[in-house]
């Protein structure tokens, strides 16, 4: 079946600018993740969404960030005023987080963001 | 908060050779505890997992071993060959029980010398 998608794959924007990215998870899963990884480091939390609750944020660097979920479904994570220290893969990854499942992470694609 | 610890940040192996990842945990309520290894460019993916009830689980050349009193995991590739070069990640979760989040480690970089 598919897996996680993300759109777009490179975004190169100017400083200022705002950006949109999106996160289509894998249908049915409950529960959706915002990483942030620059070149040759970790994982950088952003946010998660589990069902209807209420998101939890506390990864998001500054209130330039904000993400949202839709229906329960697609993501977009949204950063405004961008500045040169936002370039970085920003990956998403979603999990099924039902009974009898596990808590594995399918990750997408990512998008490769470059703010000139 | 809850925090996953791994160690060590690097570690370069000779090919055949055996390579140890180690983590610890502070959520005693954590109950799965995944590995993923994310090669050059791409996406991380999960080459194994455990959960609470058992102590070891092997995959062929991988295996990982948990210790619940002490909160540590390990990570242990034998035989290694180049294609296990990459970054491996380990992280912990209460599972789909808890609507708290997946912890992950800040990564280790295998490098598999020839």
């Known amino acids: 079946g598919a897996g996680v998608s993300q759109s777009p794959s490179n975004k190169v924007t100017e400083k200022g600018k705002d950006v949109e990215l999106r996160c289509d998870p894998i249908?049915?899963?409950?529960?959706l993740y915002w990483y942030r990884q620059s070149l040759g480091q970790g994982l950088e939390f952003l946010i998660y969404?589990?069902?209807?609750?209420?998101?939890?944020k506390s990864g998001l660097p500054s209130d330039r960030f904000s993400a949202e979920r839709t229906g329960g479904s697609v993501s977009t994570l949204t950063i405004q005023r961008t500045q040169q220290e936002d370039s970085a893969v920003y990956l998403c990854?979603?999990?099924?987080?039902?009974?009898?499942?596990?808590?594995?992470?399918?990750f997408g694609p990512g998008t490769r963001l470059t703010v000139l | 908060g809850e925090n996953v610890e791994q160690h060590p940040s690097t570690l370069s192996v000779q090919e055949g050779d055996s390579a140890v990842i180690k983590c610890t945990y502070s959520?005693?309520?954590?109950?799965?505890f995944p590995w993923y290894k994310q090669e050059l460019g791409k996406r991380p993916q999960l080459i194994i997992d455990?959960?609470?009830?058992?102590g070891e689980k092997k995959d062929q050349r991988i295996a990982v071993t948990l210790n619940k009193t002490a909160k540590h995991f390990s990570l242990h590739i034998t035989e290694t060959q180049p294609e296990d070069s990459a970054v491996y990640f380990c992280?912990?979760?209460?599972?789909?029980?808890?609507?708290?989040?997946?912890?992950f480690g800040s990564g280790t970089r295998l490098s598999i010398r020839p």
């Open positions: 969404f589990q069902g209807n609750s209420a998101p939890d």
């Open positions: 455990i959960r609470s009830n058992v």
């Open positions: 990854a979603s999990s099924l987080r039902s009974t009898g499942s596990t808590d594995t992470q399918y």
């Open positions: 249908s049915g899963h409950t529960a």
């Open positions: 959520d005693s309520a954590s109950n799965y």
């Open positions: 992280a912990a979760s209460r599972g789909y029980s808890s609507a708290s989040k997946i912890i």
